[in-house]
């Protein structure tokens, strides 16, 4: 079955830790995208690639990196600098980077402080 | 720059009543507008959307949406709800106009909870 995958479904961060959230999808889609979620604030974009190699900065994109060596993966790394890290993590991708383009979620990655 | 506004945090009805969850936006030129439903510890999944042509839209499992331009909104209605529609509704917007490489951002809305009682 075609679907994007996340992993793992809860992650734990002590302080001053980087941990890096995985995405893959076989959809062969070109854009990826990765959100964040908090309760009672809908969805916010962190970053998002239309092409293996290349990345742009979202809304709130401080505190987090990511990586685009493959079509199928866009990993996202939340670094120490991210200071209230606690949340419900979406990757999402779409066919190309454009506005009518659906946008696919994968099942979402907890991520918990220690 | 465009933004969503969901007039309501939390919706509970009893089963096989009608709902209506509202959204409404804001943005000064066309827009492309959608509803995503989200189960519990789950992700998005697209309900349905408005690209252009007729203004009432319809999903597979019985939701429709009116655009209404002058209102600026985009409301979720189902005349007859069930256990299973208990979810959280996320009301989105992209700009139209956004063409080529430009990236068209996809702009949430706070989310609706709805649920159902039966």
């Known amino acids: 079955d075609g679907g994007i995958t996340q992993s793992p479904k809860y992650l734990f961060r002590k302080e001053g830790q980087n941990v890096t959230l995985s995405c893959e999808q076989n959809?062969?889609?070109?854009?990826m995208y990765w959100y964040r979620q908090d309760p009672g604030q809908g969805l916010r974009l962190i970053y998002y690639?239309?092409?293996?190699?290349?990345?742009q900065k979202g809304d709130i994109a401080e505190g987090y990196s990511v990586s685009r060596e493959k079509k199928e993966s866009f990993p996202l790394t939340v670094t120490s600098a991210q200071k209230n890290p606690t949340a419900f993590y979406l990757c999402?991708?779409?066919?190309?980077?454009?506005?009518?383009?659906?946008?696919?979620f994968g099942p979402g990655t907890r991520l918990l402080v220690l | 720059a465009q933004s969503v506004t969901q007039l309501d945090s939390q919706v509970p009805v009893f089963e096989e009543a009608p709902v209506e969850l509202r959204c409404n936006y804001s943005?000064?030129?066309?827009?492309?507008l959608f509803w995503y439903v989200q189960y519990p510890n789950q992700g998005l999944q697209l309900l349905l959307k408005?690209?252009?042509?007729?203004?009432l839209v319809e999903s597979i499992n019985g939701f429709e949406a009116e655009f209404n331009k002058s209102q600026t909104s985009f409301h979720l209605r189902k005349p007859s709800v069930h256990i299973s529609d208990t979810a959280e509704y996320f009301c989105?917007?992209?700009?139209?106009?956004?063409?080529?490489?430009?990236?068209?951002?996809?702009?949430f809305g706070q989310g609706t909870i709805l649920t159902v009682h039966p």
């Open positions: 999402a991708s779409s066919t190309r980077l454009a506005t009518q383009e659906t946008q696919y």
């Open positions: 959809l062969n889609h070109d854009a």
């Open positions: 690639s239309q092409i293996v190699n290349d990345f």
């Open positions: 943005s000064s030129v066309s827009v492309y």
């Open positions: 408005y690209l252009s042509g007729s203004t």
């Open positions: 989105a917007v992209r700009l139209a106009n956004a063409g080529g490489t430009s990236y068209g951002k996809l702009t």
